[in-house]
């Protein structure tokens, strides 16, 4: 690697950590709401649930926005100076994300006929985290251990403070739930960065955090969460079957076993009673009406329609989508919903820990999960950095179907 890259890749690490310590204040007069007790008026007053009100300036809500504008233009930068690096985005893994951000703008255009920009420019925003991919792909030489100490200092904030609302109680009054969703006012958003730090426990073998990170998830009573956990660790001891041919029909029953048992007895597991079986039942619900009416939702209904933005907003045609693929289709139609599909799916073969992979793909079913602040941002960062580790060395433009992508140097 160059001095200059090297640079520029220390630059992008200082950015990274800037936006890991400032994603508590994402969150933070909303946080402040609920412990006080407000939240729930104020949400009242706004007309919407209590979980959803945007009482955070927008000052502090645009840090994430700037962060994302700082990484592309360096991203520029470091394709200006290296035209030859840029080339990974013509490989394979980048073909269904280029041409899902094709027709995302292309959808953008169209629906400025026929909709207000603001709610058009919200819909891009929701999802212009996914250009962190191709940030992290060309950055992939940045070390994940610069950034560790910092996610494990926010990983203690919050859960200190998820302990300390679980023994105050204070999340009852806003999701009818006793649930504890620390700095992150949606429950699932705390699921998610406690599976991610739990992630980071165990590539740098922290069996403390690994700990703390399951207890973190269990304050937060993300059933989406627990579900991943269950399987992760059913999928990552698969090799302690012996003989190994019995691992597929064992994980099999296993698999299916453990699935009636935790739908048939989901309040009891997560601890959130009627309240889990009814999030899961809202979910189907909304996914057989958008499938009810899939002829009118061919191309979407316009950019911005479902975001939760829209919907806070107050516009009157916005819809709560509650699924990262119904928020695409309802938003710009089926070939996009295909394209990410194939993108999410595909990257099981690039992460190394598949706990990410079941992240990206358990809770982009369940919530839209460009929403889930800073999880994504960081999971879409580390994925394209094993993307990159994986491709680096072998430009395009000069491999053949036969070659086979040269790792990078460690």
């Not at 109680?169 to 960065?193: E, K, M, W």
């Not at 819809?319 to 928020?327: C, K």
């Not at 710009?332 to 999410?344: A, D, R």
């Not at 602040?373 to 990159?388: C, E, K």
Request: glycine content about 8%; overall charge positive; some cysteine.
């Amino acid at each position: 690697m160059t001095d200059k890259a090297s640079q520029l890749t220390r630059v992008f690490t200082f950015l990274l950590i800037c936006f890991i310590v400032t994603s508590p204040l994402n969150n933070s007069y909303e946080i402040a709401g609920m412990m006080n007790g407000t939240l729930a008026a104020s949400a009242s007053t706004l007309g919407v649930p209590a979980w959803t009100a945007s009482l955070t300036p927008i000052y502090i809500k645009v840090l994430k926005d700037i962060f994302i504008l700082l990484s592309v233009l360096l991203l520029a930068v470091g394709c200006i100076k290296s035209p030859k690096s840029g080339r990974i985005f013509l490989t394979g893994p980048f073909i269904p994300v280029n041409l899902f951000l094709i027709v995302l703008t292309l959808s953008a255009l169209y629906s400025l006929t026929f909709l207000p920009a603001e709610i058009v420019l919200i819909g891009v925003r929701a999802y212009w985290s996914i250009i962190l991919v191709y940030v992290g792909a060309f950055y992939c030489r940045f070390k994940e251990g610069d950034i560790y100490p910092f996610v494990v200092g926010v990983f203690s904030l919050q859960i200190l403070l998820q302990a300390i609302q679980f023994v105050t109680d204070v999340g009852f009054n806003v999701y009818f739930d006793h649930r504890s969703p620390g700095l992150f006012i949606i429950p699932s958003t705390a699921g998610a960065f406690a599976l991610l730090v739990h992630y980071f426990s165990i590539k740098f073998n922290s069996s403390a955090l690994r700990i703390g990170s399951a207890i973190s998830l269990w304050l937060s009573n993300s059933t989406t969460g627990l579900l991943i956990l269950i399987v992760y660790y059913i999928y990552a001891y698969r090799n302690r079957v012996k003989p190994k041919i019995l691992f597929y029909p064992i994980y099999l029953v296993a698999v299916v076993a453990a699935g009636y048992l935790l739908i048939s007895n989901l309040g009891e597991v997560t601890g959130r009673g009627e309240g889990a079986s009814f999030s899961a039942l809202t979910r189907l619900g909304l996914i057989y009406v958008a499938f009810s009416h899939w002829q009118n939702l061919m191309f979407g209904q316009g950019m911005g329609i479902a975001t939760s933005q829209a919907f806070i907003s107050g516009y009157s045609n916005a819809v709560i989508a509650d699924n990262t693929y119904l928020g695409i289709l309802y938003n710009t139609g089926l070939v996009p919903v295909l394209l990410i599909l194939v993108f999410v799916v595909g990257s099981f073969r690039y992460f190394e820990n598949k706990l990410l992979y079941l992240v990206l793909l358990g809770y982009s079913m369940t919530t839209v999960i460009f929403e889930i602040n800073p999880v994504v941002q960081i999971t879409l960062i580390l994925l394209g950095a094993h993307i990159g580790r994986k491709y680096a060395g072998t430009p395009a433009a000069l491999r053949t179907r036969r070659s086979n992508p040269i790792p990078a140097p460690s």
